[in-house]
């Protein structure tokens, strides 16, 4: 019989790569959505009319209950996350809420249902944040630096006390980025790729940029979900660090988005520094070797193609008005 999974954030990024992972192994895929945001449905494309949507709040635990009761699954993915760090400092309690309130509700309806159902929380590199080592692996201590990687964290917690206390086969990918052609634009990839893309068409002229030197452990997020999957197979649930182990600054970034388009990016780039993040001085770089030994996952997109990737879907969806113009200013 076909596995069933149930993923909460199913129309952001992660979503759609796992739905279609997920589809193509035969599952049936559900996501939750609430009432508020069924229309978001459509960011899944071609997927969306392969989907069971179940509509709950997030924070209506009695919902909540209820369609793991009714749908039973066997895997649940808890991708829901408002994950723009920045926007966490904005609204610090709403982030908890959905971050930490989300888990927890599901880990206890799945309790409550007392079913096999596996649990994937996706945890964030962000909840290392201040380290003292690089780079880091499951043993490196957290020290989280901005109210999003605290609510992570807390999830974090609750999933491990969910798995110590009552036996829930539940494990958490400690994720470093991954990005795709569906990463939002106000993340530094796409940003990056979409100004490379405009400027090549005549569109605009300058790009406005934070810290040059920060760095990123970049992956892709095709590759990152492989990772989801495999971890739910394990024998045993156990947290993983997932990432390239490689680390490339922003100025690199830019560099390789405007080298894809044959344009010297120093001569459209200005750095802003109302765009700087205070306390970011840290190396956040993966050691992904327990997810190699245990999982066999390894990244298959290089950071150049991920970047190259990225720069000719946007040069597509200008030329053929996919994206309009005046909206890449
Ligand atoms: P991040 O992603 O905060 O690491 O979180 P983001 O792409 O926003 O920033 C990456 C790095 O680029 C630097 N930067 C800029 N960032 C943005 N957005 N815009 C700029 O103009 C700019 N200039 C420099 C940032 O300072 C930062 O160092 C992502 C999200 O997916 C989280 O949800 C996830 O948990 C973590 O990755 C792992």
New binding site residues.
């Given amino acids: 019989m076909a596995k069933t999974a149930l993923i909460t954030g199913i129309t952001g990024q992660d979503g759609y790569y796992l739905s279609r992972l997920l589809l193509q192994k035969g599952y049936r895929v559900a996501g939750l959505l609430p009432p508020d945001r069924q229309a978001s449905l459509t960011k899944l494309d071609e997927l969306a009319s392969q989907i069971q949507v179940c509509s709950v709040a997030w924070t209506d635990a009695a919902g909540l209950l209820k369609v793991v009761e009714q749908l039973q699954p066997n895997e649940i993915y808890n991708l829901a996350?408002p994950?723009?760090?920045?926007d966490s400092w904005n609204d610090p309690l709403g982030t908890l809420d959905l971050v930490t309130g989300t888990a927890t509700r599901l880990l206890t309806a799945v309790r409550q249902v007392g079913i096999d159902t596996r649990f994937y929380q996706a945890s964030?590199?962000?909840m290392f944040g201040k380290v003292d080592r690089s780079p880091q692996d499951e043993e490196t201590p957290f020290c989280p630096m901005n109210p999003?990687a605290a609510a992570?964290l807390h999830a974090h917690w609750s999933m491990v006390h969910h798995r110590q206390r009552y036996g829930l086969f539940a494990c958490s990918g400690i994720?470093?980025?991954?990005e795709s052609e569906r990463r939002p634009p106000?993340?530094?990839?796409r940003?990056v790729c979409l100004a490379a893309a405009s400027i090549k068409l005549g569109l605009r002229d300058t790009l406005?940029?934070?810290?040059?030197d920060?760095k990123?452990d970049w992956g892709y997020a095709g590759d990152h979900v492989e990772a989801m999957w495999r971890m739910l197979q394990a024998s045993e649930p156990e947290e993983y660090v997932i990432g390239t182990g490689q680390l490339h600054s922003?100025r690199e970034l830019v560099a390789a988005a405007f080298d894809c388009v044959g344009l010297d990016w120093t001569r459209h780039v200005v750095v802003n520094p109302q765009?700087?993040?205070p306390d970011?001085h840290f190396q956040l770089v993966a050691n992904p070797t327990k997810a190699k030994q245990n999982l066999g996952w390894e990244p298959q997109v290089s950071f150049e193609a991920l970047i190259e990737k990225m720069v000719l879907k946007d040069l597509e969806r200008l030329q053929s008005g996919a994206i309009k113009p005046s909206t890449v200013q």
Avoid: D, W
Avoid at 83 to 86: D, E, I, K, L, W
Avoid at 208 to 212: A, F, H, Q
């Fill in positions: 996350a994950s723009f760090v920045p964030s590199s962000e999003y992570k994720l470093y980025n991954h106000n993340f530094v990839t940003k406005e940029m934070g810290n040059l920060a990123r922003v765009l700087f993040r970011e």
